[in-house]
């Protein structure tokens, strides 16, 4: 069944390119408004799913908070991860609040529940209050992060034809901490948010350029490169308009199998990236 969904895929010829801004309910989506934890206050508590049966998944996604921890050479610990005591609530979610709880969670949603994203290897999804609307300040400050891995339609770490878990995760936790993806012109191999992924292609660890993204936002001061240059800071301001209350929006950040990887705000696309065809 998984096999026959995948080479559907590969059969499909998709558009090119199309990245747009949307409307929503009040102005329009900025692509560019950077996203920001609201109180950065690390690490932040996450609870696994117990559909993760194995302690080497488990282990795996250890690995890779690790991995953005010593990226920021261990001074802030992003994750503390709290294993067997969450159910696997996408097995029985529905509304546009689904995983609205007030828990930061990791799920393997063996029925996957976002039937308008089947081929979607995972999803990161954020509540956030969006701040200076429609101003070059917009910024999304964030509440409530999930990532839940399309375990119906997807074989993980099988060694077949299929994608490398802890690439993925890696990836959709650099979305849990704020950062976006680079754009498609950038050199893939140089960052771990670059908006596709390949099956079989393997990025474990955060490269320089993720590294920079990351410490820029939370301030986190890093020693000098190899290259003796210091990685120096380009501060976004993250202040909001006397008076403004803010607009509660729900972030959807799809990371595709196909090579889109699509943003989607309040149900509205608000950015695509495509890659066509494997090089
Ligand atoms: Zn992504």
């Not at 920021?72 to 696997?88: A, D, K, L, R, Y």
């Not at 390949?198 to 955060?206: D, F, L, V």
């Not at 800071?233 to 595709?256: N, Q």
Request: net charge negative; proline share 5%; charged share 20%.
């Amino acid at each position: 069944m998984r096999s026959l969904f995948f080479l559907s895929l590969m059969l499909i010829l998709f558009a090119a390119c199309n990245s747009k801004t949307a409307s929503v309910t009040s102005g329009s989506v900025s692509q560019t408004a950077p996203y920001i934890w609201d109180g950065p206050n690390f690490p932040k508590n996450v609870k696994i799913s117990t559909a993760f049966t194995d302690p080497g998944e488990t282990a795996k996604i250890t690995e890779m908070a690790t991995a953005w921890d010593s990226a920021m050479n261990n001074q802030v610990q992003f994750f503390n991860f709290i294993i067997g005591t969450e159910s696997e609530k996408t097995n029985s979610i529905s509304g546009p609040n689904q995983l609205r709880d007030n828990v930061f969670g990791i799920y393997k949603a063996a029925n996957w529940p976002y039937p308008e994203y089947p081929d979607a290897l995972a999803i990161t999804q954020i509540f956030a209050i969006r701040y200076n609307s429609g101003s070059s300040n917009e910024y999304v400050a964030i509440q409530e992060a999930d990532i839940i891995m399309n375990d119906e339609n997807f074989d993980f770490d099988t060694g077949g034809f299929d994608y490398d878990f802890r690439t993925v995760l890696l990836h959709e936790m650099g979305h849990f901490l704020g950062l976006q993806h680079k754009p498609r012109d950038y050199n893939r191999n140089n960052t771990v948010m670059y908006p596709s992924i390949y099956s079989y292609e393997t990025k474990r660890i955060p490269q320089t350029i993720d590294k920079q993204d990351l410490s820029e936002k939370y301030n986190i001061v890093l020693p000098l490169t190899a290259g003796g240059s210091a990685i120096t800071s380009d501060p976004v301001s993250y202040t909001k308009k006397p008076g403004d209350a803010g607009e509660v929006v729900k972030v959807i950040l799809e990371l595709r199998a196909n090579g889109d990887c699509i943003h989607r705000m309040d149900g509205v696309e608000t950015e695509r990236h495509h890659i066509r065809g494997l090089k």
